[in-house]
């Protein structure tokens, strides 16, 4: 099965991500169902585990509801790629074990396109046979990475106690 | 040697004065308040459960502040069921500071942090909502998280941040009549981008920043986040104190931080008399351009949210609909911020005001500022409004669009029918 690359643009706030109407719940794969209801929807329909994000500057802005990276979580969403991320999203993505990957890659990268990422090495290789290209990107700071590794920052702070 | 908040991340990440932390650490400090409201508190307490911790005695009884403000009163079933949950859960928890819609102190969360006196200059405190940035504008380091961290701030007492550099805004001057707090905010937002203050903190500085009121400085803090900013602070001064003071509902102590010498990434220099009333357009909030600019017709005009739901935009916007009415085609919404703003707008006869004008006047509620409810947008709608972001379907329906503008301006555009300039109605 085939990892498919979903696009999106500049400044995806979480309006998009999941509209307000469902945020009456907080669980993952019902959020996912009506994740990018509004402007793509046939996203929650297609989006298989795996699949990655691509955006441009500033994904994630706006409310700090963090039922925009579970929705991408419930969505089978394995990494979103932007060239920034809005800060209160970002860490929701960490605490809750959503990677994410800051790389200037928005004009490389198409839906199409079949990606490798070696998260370790900070390495995007682009498999896709008119590209062979690779991009670098820098990993997470440390503590970050550890709570990524933990699962999120409640089974770090579990490990801790 | 430091920004604001650098010294404040410093301070309460236990490092004090010798061990100062920088732009870039990454440091774990002790919260003094975690606010969650009906839609973020749910899954913080559901988080808790999973930790299997009961909170201290500190966190129940001070630190921890639940508000019911964003569905209530209750909008469908879903939100009937989510409140009763947050209901439920702030008695399980023993969280004593519990706001519950209609009671004494309650309303839409910032402002019940502000007024409730758990806003203060020099304190660290955390939202599951992302205008936390508001307490800026009293001096503190305010900040929006998910409900996650809100969860782990209650159960440890700490939690981790990054120490953001810090840009400085000075805006210098005298402003305009009509020109409020919100013009200021939204034309540094037009000037930098939604993303021209990501992952770091804002300072304003200035005398049209000194002379502007709380009120209007707390909608300047308050979109800070809508430029991708971390915290948008204002140095607290006799304003703040007198505020303060004046409240007898201040918990505590605290201790105003100024900034010493500190290095800023950027500087910003505005002249106040060159900023006019503003309108960002669809689909952002940095697409602004001045209120005389459009002519646009409008279908709903929304006064009310955490960014300019106080008394003083209640005031402005009665003395230009003053014995005038609200334009045949279009509905209008009035909501106070809160059930003490709501009182003194009665007490003040701003509310006979708005609903001899026509307006529609309810008790306090985020509403439809996030597409809630009470005035929700049908495709093809447009609504000026006082709230804080613009996105698509952000009110309602995809195709229905939001203009963010002052009070002044929305009054005016009511009356009008259309995106109007105040000063317009006085020719």
């Known amino acids: 099965m085939r990892t498919r690359i979903w696009k999106f643009g500049h400044n995806v706030d979480t309006d998009q991500i999941i509209p307000a109407e469902y945020l009456t719940t907080g669980d993952a794969k019902k959020l996912a169902a009506h994740a990018f209801a509004k402007v793509r929807p046939e996203f929650a329909k297609e989006a298989k585990e795996g699949d990655i994000i691509v955006a441009g500057a500033n994904f994630g802005c706006g409310s700090s509801r963090e039922h925009a990276p579970r929705a991408l979580l419930g969505a089978g969403i394995s990494c979103v790629i932007a060239r920034s991320f809005a800060r209160i999203f970002f860490r929701n993505s960490i605490n809750l074990g959503l990677r994410l990957i800051e790389a200037d890659v928005f004009d490389k990268i198409e839906e199409g396109d079949k990606i490798e990422i070696r998260f370790d090495a900070g390495v995007i290789k682009n498999l896709t046979s008119t590209k062979k290209e690779e991009y670098k990107f820098k990993p997470l700071p440390e503590f970050m990475q550890k709570l990524l590794n933990s699962g999120g920052l409640i089974n770090y702070i579990k490990k801790q106690k | ?427």
């Open chain 2, 1 to 427: 040697m430091s920004t604001i908040a650098e010294k404040i991340l410093g301070e309460k990440s236990g490092k004090g004065r010798e061990g100062k932390v920088e732009a870039g650490e990454i440091v774990e400090c002790e919260v003094d308040y975690i606010m969650v409201n009906d839609i973020t508190g749910v899954p913080a307490f559901e988080v808790l459960d999973e930790l299997g911790v009961e909170l201290d005695e500190e966190m129940k009884k001070e630190k921890v502040v639940v508000v019911q403000d964003h569905y209530v009163p209750n909008k469908d079933v879903d939100s009937a069921e989510q409140a009763k949950a947050l209901r439920n859960y702030a008695r399980r928890y023993g969280i004593v500071n519990y706001y519950e819609i209609g009671k004494e102190g309650s309303g839409i969360c910032h402002q019940v942090m502000i007024e409730e006196g758990f806003a203060a200059p020099g304190r660290l405190i955390i939202g599951a909502d992302s205008h936390t940035c508001s307490y800026g504008a009293l001096g503190a380091f305010s900040t929006g998280v998910g409900s996650t961290e809100a969860a782990a701030a209650m159960a440890t007492g700490r939690l981790w941040f990054k120490v953001p550099a810090t840009q400085k805004f000075v805006i210098d001057g005298e402003l305009k009549r009509y020109v409020m707090g919100k013009d200021i905010i939204l034309h540094i937002i037009g000037d930098i981008g939604v993303s021209g203050s990501l992952y770091k903190a804002q300072e304003f500085y200035g005398t049209a920043i000194s002379n502007l009121c709380l009120s209007d400085r707390i909608t300047i803090s308050n979109m800070a986040v809508e430029a991708g900013a971390k915290a948008g602070i204002i140095p607290p001064d006799e304003k703040v104190f007198e505020f303060l003071n004046d409240s007898s509902r201040l918990r505590g102590d605290y201790k105003p931080v100024y900034a010493s010498d500190a290095e800023y990434e950027e500087v910003f220099e505005y002249d106040a008399s060159e900023i006019v009333p503003t309108v960002a357009k669809p689909f952002s909030p940095d697409n602004t351009v001045p209120a005389s600019e459009l002519d646009v017709p409008i279908d709903q005009a929304y006064l009310g949210s955490c960014t300019n739901g106080r008394i003083e935009d209640l005031r402005i916007a009665a003395e230009i609909m003053k014995d005038k009415k609200v334009n045949q085609e279009v509905r209008m919404i009035v909501i106070p911020a809160s059930k003490r703003v709501f009182e003194r707008a009665i007490e003040e006869g701003l509310i006979l005001i708005f609903l001899k004008a026509g307006a529609f006047v309810c008790g306090p509620t985020c509403g439809a500022c996030l597409g809630g409810h009470m005035g929700v947008l049908a495709s093809g709608e447009r609504c000026i409004s006082t709230t804080n972001r613009n996105f698509i379907g952000r009110m309602g329906h995809k195709d229905s669009e939001v203009y963010l503008a002052n009070p002044a301006v929305v009054a005016a555009s009511a009356v009008e029918g259309k995106v109007t300039d105040p000063t317009e109605l006085e020719m």
